[in-house]
């Protein structure tokens, strides 16, 4: 593609500067809108959150969002189930039930245990367990 106009002493063309001092100024404008739409979002799936009666004693149940959601510490330890009626939750939906319902100086992780020990009885859930073993960070 040619430009018009002629070439100024710098090296660029008319309009030029005007644009690239203007961009990062626009980075800034999507970065600030994307960030608003993404806490309006997160917002508006905190106040979607219903308790409902747990079917396991010692443990809360609730509705986030379209997720459901069971919670309670067994053997000591933070256990965290989230489903989905139609599919499996999304990163963000696991995300946001971990620092809503567990605390957050805990660390959570997602096991997947050999394949004898492996129980599927929802097909779209996925289970965080606390751990009290050093995580990848620790590692020395």
């Not at 660029?12 to 980075?27: D, F, H, K, N």
């Not at 809108?33 to 905190?46: A, D, G, N, P, R």
């Not at 965290?80 to 605390?103: G, K």
Request: glycine share 8%.
């Amino acid at each position: 593609m040619l430009r018009q106009g002629k070439k100024q002493g710098n090296d660029s063309y008319p309009g030029e500067r005007a644009l690239s001092s203007v961009l990062p100024i626009m980075g800034i404008f999507f970065t600030l809108l994307f960030f608003q739409i993404y806490e309006s979002e997160v917002l508006k799936t905190v106040l979607e959150i219903k308790e409902l009666p747990s079917p396991i004693p010692g443990s809360k149940a609730f509705m986030f969002g379209k997720c459901s959601v069971l919670v309670g510490k067994e053997r000591g330890r933070w256990h965290l189930s989230i489903a989905h009626p139609q599919r499996l939750p999304t990163w963000e939906e696991v995300r946001d039930a971990r620092y809503n319902f567990t605390p957050e100086n805990v660390t959570m992780v997602m096991i997947l245990p050999h394949p004898e020990q492996y129980v599927n009885i929802h097909p779209n859930c996925f289970h965080l367990w606390e751990t009290k073993d050093s995580v990848p960070g620790e590692w020395g």
